[in-house]
């Protein structure tokens, strides 16, 4: 799988309350949460991102709680992966879970600024910047399952359950 | 050699488990609250299309984010969770008023020691206090464990954080691992089980651990840890939880140590807006305040509301500012009840809200206004959190946060405790 889009760059210890905040999260209509997306840090954010735009960001993205809606409000705004120096844990296991890329890249977050191109090679694990290519850590075989599914629900009916 | 986490794991699975393994094993408790719980059903029911779960006696819920609910929206979205949690025959349903989750849990006694246990709130981690293995979950792993009883982990590495030394008077829990979130950073633990351990821990009470354990994750850890006491088999035996699991990491085996002196730890606030932006109370004594919050699941326990009555008793919050108490659960609020602390604060100008999260993450109760400053005992003061994006947070101890009461402005506890 190979994912090409244009960067848009965060820091470190971005935490899912600056991603949305919890006020926002109180309902089944999913077309609110990308409406807020990042306004903790970016209030203008959402109407800036296009379909297919990355997200690249610095060290434990998706810190602090455990709401999927930071993940979905990602993949709902149309970002196709997030690549980070490293992610929070129930932040990165939301966003396989929801078909979105996670992509942890050590040393991304020098090699990019905001409006760079990039190409992530899932299967040759690569990451190929203006600046160069860097290595990512390859998934493990499931987790690779669950996002060629798109996400854990439907792993869940085709792989576990034999739908 | 292995660590308490592995040898959790090893138990589970019948075999040999190190860090860094890929593994999905059984979960032995599963809990959500009425936050995540729409999504968690959702998932489940509509899009997973399951409408029976081979183990309802192993999941809990506990309503506690909107307790009571503060628009209809709300109170729409838990009669969802609680039709459902009725039509899958989910066992436990503590309903509103009965407390936070991450209290009640253990207070009702499904907490026992070895556990694997799975919460779909990223303060799951508290729960590492009684030595089982506790990690928070999203909405869709928390579907996916109701549907198989399983999950996949990946066995964390272990930081250990050996503590020896003993805290000063006016100096707590949560100082202390303020204290370590200020020297180790908010990913200083990322994806690591944080253990807590070295000859302190045992001067520390069930309520002390709780308090280190739940502010694990801030420092981007998947678990916290401490190894059992008399005093928590006590606890635990006296919820009718009984232990067969008392083991603890070998020496030698933790990925990463790291040795604290308590003596050394003075009255500490998180400033805004990140939980390692720590500084010790003395660097912004003074700093005028609006709101003062008590309670949370770091800090809404009986010995939390003790020491602020202690503090509180006989004197008055100063104008202007509104102190929020909340008790962690109705067993806390009775015994504070009890106690006389409830009538001492609300003496002193408190007022005290319905067991549950209450203002802590911004929702109801006490949501600030643009420029407010707040101080709360509770785990985060990001951007937003309580409120207006302008407003900011500074993370105390229940004294810090009951003598900044008193002064409106943020204060150093010392000086009002015998
Ligand atoms: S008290 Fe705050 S941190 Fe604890 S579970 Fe409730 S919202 Fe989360």
Redesign the interface.
């Known amino acids: 799988m190979k994912i090409r889009g244009k960067v848009w760059k965060f820091g470190?210890?971005v935490?899912t309350?600056?991603i949305i905040?919890?006020?926002y999260?109180?309902?089944?209509d999913s077309s609110v949460w990308p409406q807020h997306v990042m306004?903790?840090?970016d209030p203008e954010f959402s109407k800036k991102v296009q379909p297919g735009d990355i997200i690249v960001a610095g060290?434990?993205f998706g810190?602090?709680?455990?709401?999927?809606?930071a993940?979905l409000a990602i993949k709902l705004a149309g970002i196709a992966a997030v690549v980070a120096e490293?992610f929070?844990?129930?932040f990165f296991?939301?966003a396989i879970?929801?078909g979105l890329p996670a992509v942890e890249c050590p040393g991304i977050s020098k090699a990019v600024e905001t409006g760079d191109l990039i190409e992530i090679d899932l299967e040759k694990g690569v990451v190929s910047t203006p600046r160069g290519i860097l290595q990512i850590k390859p998934y493990?075989v499931?987790m690779r399952e669950i996002l060629a599914h798109g996400?854990?629900?439907e792993y869940?009916?085709r792989k576990?359950r034999g739908d | 050699m292995s660590t308490a986490v592995e040898k959790i794991f090893a138990r589970t699975l019948g075999r040999r488990v190190e860090a860094g393994d890929?593994v999905e094993a059984p979960v032995d408790l599963m809990y959500f609250h009425d936050?995540?719980g729409?999504?968690v059903l959702?998932?489940l029911v509509e899009?997973?299309?399951v409408t029976s779960i081979p183990h309802p006696e192993r999941t809990v819920i506990v309503f506690d984010h909107?307790a009571p609910p503060h628009?209809d929206?709300?109170a729409d979205?838990q009669r969802y969770v609680r039709k459902w949690a009725s039509k899958l025959r989910i066992k436990y349903l503590y309903d509103l008023g009965e407390g936070i989750c991450h209290q009640v849990v253990p207070e009702k006694g499904h907490v026992k020691p070895g556990q694997i246990i799975i919460?779909?709130?990223?303060h799951t981690c508290t729960l590492g206090a009684f030595a089982a293995f506790a990690?928070?979950?999203?909405?869709?792993?928390m579907?996916?464990a109701l549907?198989?009883s399983t999950l996949?982990f990946k066995v964390p590495e272990t930081l250990q954080v050996k503590m020896k030394g003993s805290l000063s008077r006016g100096v707590y829990s949560k100082d202390l691992i303020l204290y370590i979130a200020g020297r180790l950073s908010?990913?200083g633990a990322?994806?690591k089980t944080l253990e807590f351990s070295g000859p302190a821990l045992a001067s520390f009470s069930v309520a002390d651990r709780m308090t280190l354990c739940n502010m694990a994750?801030e420092l981007?850890a998947?678990s916290g840890f401490c190894p059992v006491n008399e005093d928590v088999l006590k606890f635990l035996r006296s919820r009718g939880a009984h232990a067969d699991f008392t083991s603890s990491t070998d020496e030698g085996a933790a990925d990463e140590v790291v040795e604290v002196d308590c003596s050394e730890v003075e009255p500490m606030v998180a400033a805004p807006s990140?939980v390692d932006n720590v500084k010790p109370v003395a660097d912004v004594e003074g700093t005028p305040v609006d709101e003062v919050f008590i309670g949370s699941c770091t800090n809404g326990r009986i010995e939390d509301l003790r020491v602020a009555a202690a503090i509180l008793k006989e004197r008055r919050v100063a104008e202007g500012v509104r102190l929020v108490v909340v008790p962690a659960s109705r067993e806390v609020y009775l015994q504070a009840l009890r106690e006389g602390i409830i009538e001492e604060l609300l003496k002193a100008g408190a007022m005290i809200g319905v067991p549950g999260c209450g203002p802590c993450?911004?929702?109801h109760m006490g949501v600030l206004a643009d420029g407010e400053v707040a101080v709360s005992t509770a785990n985060?003061n990001?951007?937003?959190?309580m409120g207006s994006?302008k407003a900011r947070i500074y993370l105390a101890s229940p004294a810090t946060a009951a003598a900044s009461a008193v002064e409106g402005r943020i204060a150093d506890p010392r000086r009002y405790l015998p």
């Open positions: 470190d210890d935490n309350d600056v905040p919890a006020r999260l109180r309902t089944f306004e903790g840090i060290r434990n810190c602090g709680s455990s709401r999927e809606q993940a490293s929070g844990w129930i296991r939301n879970n929801n493990p499931f996400g854990l629900v869940f009916k576990i | 890929f936050g995540t729409p999504l959702k998932h899009e997973m299309e909107s628009n929206q709300v979205l919460g779909a709130d990223s990690t928070g979950i999203g909405a869709t792993d579907s996916y549907a198989t996949w908010a990913s990322l994806g994750v981007g998947i990140t993450l911004g929702l985060r990001f951007v937003g959190r994006k």
